[in-house]
């Protein structure tokens, strides 16, 4: 699948996947200077992209596991959403969930992003759903 990036500056870089295989692909930090979060901050990270997705499709940005296990930098909203007819640019919303500063350096990798197919669901009110073995049981009313 071809997606059209619009580069918002000349130095912003594509997102890159890893390796042949690899689901995600690297969303690079658009940055002059190095940014440092502290503690318990959230920041927007520039990317300098804009994305043209298909019509059913969905960019889903998560966090990199090296960055959010070596450093505790992730996506603040756990997952970010770019829906397809957003053309705005890209901003990873990242937190730092440790108790250092970390710093991201301009061009380092801070995420990466997932194109996947979904529904368009239609909601409807229902008076009645149908029975199962699990019922109304909640969190962990599976589990033993």
């Known amino acids: 699948m071809r997606i059209s990036v619009k580069k918002l500056r000349e ?12 689901a995600g692909a690297d969303l690079y930090a658009l940055l002059d200077t190095p940014l440092t979060v502290q503690p318990g901050e959230t920041v927007r990270v ?7 997705l298909p019509q059913g499709y969905v960019g889903l940005v998560f966090a990199r596991s090296s960055v959010a296990t070596k450093r505790d930098l992730a996506p603040a909203n756990k997952v970010g959403v770019i829906d397809s007819d957003y053309r705005g640019e890209v901003l990873v919303a990242l937190h730092n969930h440790g108790t250092n ?28 759903l149908t029975e199962t073995t699990r019922g109304t049981g909640g969190f962990g009313s599976t589990g033993k």
Not at 13 to 20: A, F, I, K, Y
Not at 46 to 52: A, C, D, N, Q
């Open 46 to 52: 520039p990317t300098g992209l804009s994305f043209e």
């Open 11 to 22: 130095d912003a870089r594509l997102p890159h996947r890893g390796s042949e295989e690899a």
């Open 101 to 128: 500063p970390q710093t991201v350096e301009p061009f380092e990798r801070v995420a990466q992003l997932v194109v996947v197919p979904y529904l368009a669901a239609e909601y409807v009110a229902a008076d009645d």
